[in-house]
């Protein structure tokens, strides 16, 4: 899907040479999946503490099933 974006030279440039991009296109979507892991990264911490789990859950033993 084409898309245009107004997007700062010189930001763009700065982020292609520091990322080692060839091309703007690398450096935005490089960019954009760093973007995404980062917000899913967020939503797992914001999870701690809110999960309860079994004490009587043997990770151990689990291991040995196969």
């Given at each position: 899907?084409?898309t ?18 060839r ?13 995404i ?30």
């Amino acid at each position: 899907m084409a898309t245009n974006l107004a997007i700062d030279d010189k930001l763009i440039i700065l982020a292609q040479k520091l990322g080692d991009h060839r091309t703007k296109k690398a450096t935005v979507t490089e960019a954009l999946r760093e973007y995404i892991q980062h917000k899913k990264q967020i939503r797992i911490l914001n999870l701690f503490g809110q999960i309860d789990y079994d004490p009587s859950y043997d990770y151990k033993k689990q291991r040995r099933r196969t």
